[in-house]
Structure formats: structure tokens, C-alpha cells
T-cell receptor, first 110, second 115 residues
Framework: RKEVEQDPGPFNVPEGATVAFNCTYS??????FFWYRQDCRKEPKLLMS???SGNEDGRFTAQLNRASQYISLLIRDSKLSDSATYLC???????????FGTGTRLQVFP | DAGVTQSPTHLIKTRGQHVTLRCSPI?????VSWYQQVLGQGPQFIFQ???????GRGNFPDRFSARQFPNYSSELNVNALLLGDSALYLC??????????????FGDGTRLSIL
């Protein structure tokens, strides 16, 4: 079983739609949680950290459920520029080792 | 300020050769990590260095090695290259060895192709 699991997609949604991605992680020692965005043939870039209380950044909302070992990302009012791969990332206590999921590909169409 | 810089951007090698990839962290960052990203997969952790010492190692064979220099730049070396080593190699830096609370910043990567 992979340490971080994501649906690879692709998710094809029209502009203005709301889309949600889910991610599960297997190691309960995971301490920090992130969503990274990766454009085609580019490096991953931090989108947002994920906190237990849930957090929002503009059109993006991230949720963490430690009991279920589950992370989510909600994108509202999708833009064409949101088209990318979204990587779910966890790391463990006392390390900087990031564990990435395979990524979920989003394609927003006009 | 410059971000994480990696060189070269692209590299073509043949099986059995060795390769050295280079990374300069963001100014002031002392931690450097290396990741391998095979097409269609997420990045896989290879090494982390902090203050010139290895602080973490992923599940990669001994053909992979790395080091960090006094100026905090880093090299990743891969010997006896295999076709399966074809990948995007990413370097990430962070301010300190934080246990994961602070984000890591990635360079553009080196795209390595093995023929």
C-alpha cells in the first residue's frame, strides 16, 4: 500500500465549477500536511499547508481528518489557470522527508 | 532574491555512465533535499542534508550519493546509470532542519535521460 494515495484523475471540469480532491495517508506518525501544485514539466510549488482546524486561502479550502487519516482540497469557482496536477504531501515527526502522492490532474475547460 | 537553482537543466547519458547534479539553495537556507520524479509519479525522497551532514536517506541504492558544501550548495551523484534512472531530479531547500513545519522550496529540476 502506498503511503499517500490519491485518485490520479483526470478531473475535467468547466470554468466556475467546484471540484474536490481527496487523499489518504497510511502512517499515523505523519505530522505536517501540504498541497503542492505542479504544472506540466515544472517543479512542485506549495499551494497551502493543511491544519486540523481546516484552512482557507481565497478559492481554496483544505481539510485534515487525523482520525481517518484523510486530507481534502476544495477549489471553488475554477479558473482555466487552475489546470495542473495537485500533489498531496505529508511528512513525519522530526524529519523534512516529504512523502508525495502520485498527484491528481485537473483540467478546467472553457 | 534567487530561488533554488539547479544545473544542468537537461542531461543525456548512456547506461553505465555516472552523473553529477548540482543545487544551490535559497540564500540563507541550510537544508537541502533531493527528490527523484519519474513520469506520472510524485517525487520520491532521496537524501536530505543539513549543516553538511546527512539527515535522511530514502530507499535508493548505493549508486546514489550526495554531499553538501560549506556554502550549503549540494551535489547528487549517481553511478552506473540505468535506464530506470531517467527522471526529473528536484532539489528543495528550507531554512533550517525544522521537522517539517516550514515549507520547502523546489528548484526547476534537472531532467536526466538515459539512453
Amino acid at each position: 500500500r502506498k503511503e499517500v494515495e490519491q485518485d490520479p484523475g483526470p478531473f475535467n471540469v468547466p470554468e466556475g465549477a467546484t471540484v474536490a480532491f481527496n487523499c489518504t495517508y497510511s502512517n499515523s506518525a505523519s505530522q505536517s500536511f501540504f498541497w503542492y501544485r505542479q504544472d506540466c514539466r515544472k517543479e512542485p510549488k506549495l499551494l497551502m499547508s493543511v491544519y486540523s482546524s481546516g484552512n482557507e486561502d481565497g478559492r481554496f479550502t483544505a481539510q485534515l481528518n487525523r482520525a481517518s487519516q484523510y486530507i481534502s482540497l476544495l477549489i471553488r469557482d475554477s479558473k482555466l489557470s487552475d489546470s495542473a496536477t495537485y500533489l498531496c504531501v505529508v511528512n513525519y515527526i522530526n524529519t523534512d522527508k516529504l512523502i508525495f502522492g502520485t498527484g491528481t490532474r485537473l483540467q478546467v475547460f472553457p | 532574491d534567487a530561488g533554488v537553482t539547479q544545473s544542468p537543466t537537461h542531461l543525456i547519458k548512456t547506461r553505465g555512465q555516472h552523473v553529477t547534479l548540482r543545487c544551490s539553495p535559497i540564500s540563507g537556507h541550510k537544508s537541502v533535499s533531493w527528490y527523484q520524479q519519474v513520469l506520472g509519479q510524485g517525487p520520491q525522497f532521496i537524501f536530505q542534508y543539513y549543516e553538511k551532514e546527512e539527515r535522511g536517506r530514502g530507499n535508493f541504492p548505493d549508486r546514489f550519493s550526495a554531499r553538501q558544501f560549506p556554502n550549503y550548495s549540494s551535489e547528487l551523484n549517481v553511478n552506473a546509470l540505468l535506464l530506470g534512472d531517467s527522471a526529473l531530479y528536484l532539489c528543495a531547500s528550507s531554512l533550517v532542519f525544522t521537522g517539517g513545519d516550514q515549507p520547502q522550496h523546489f528548484g526547476d529540476g534537472t531532467r536526466l535521460s538515459i539512453l
